[in-house]
Nanobody, 122 residues
Framework: QVQLVESGGGLVQAGGSLRLSCAAS????????MGWLRQAPGKEREFVAG????????GYANSVKGRFTISRDNAKHTVYLQMNSLKPEDTAVYYC???????????????WGQGTQVTVSS
């Protein structure tokens, strides 16, 4: 089993930055793809960013491309999401997820964290 714990959420003004972290435990995820997804109030959960097992291949939703960067440190069993130029529409609960596959995708994740709230004020 894999346990995922997110941290780094909070309240930030529009235009600001936050870095989310996701620490994995219970079983190594160094061979697993990882992703970040988010869910805003009243909306369905949506894909934000994904990264393959090695960190060499990443993908982003169009809404965050150029502003967010996903990365990972397999030695620390941690995945990051650097969020810059934040907008009020980025407000959501952000979830870290792990996939049994080594290749990232925008859906079908197998393990989930509890989520961390990100609120962007205008």
């Amino acid at each position: 089993q894999v346990q995922l714990v997110e941290s780094g959420g909070g309240l930030v003004q529009a235009g600001g930055s936050l870095r989310l972290s996701c620490a994995a435990s219970g079983r190594t995820v160094s061979r697993n793809a990882m992703g970040w997804l988010r869910q805003a109030p009243g909306k369905e959960r949506e894909f934000v960013a994904g990264i393959n097992w090695s960190g060499r291949n990443t993908g982003y939703a169009n809404s965050v491309k150029g502003r967010f960067t996903i990365s990972r440190d397999n030695a620390k069993h941690t995945v990051y999401l650097q969020m810059n130029s934040l907008k009020p529409e980025d407000t959501a609960v952000y979830y870290c997820a792990a996939d049994e596959s080594p290749a990232w995708s925008d859906s079908g994740y197998d393990y989930w964290g509890q989520g961390t709230q990100v609120t962007v004020s205008s």
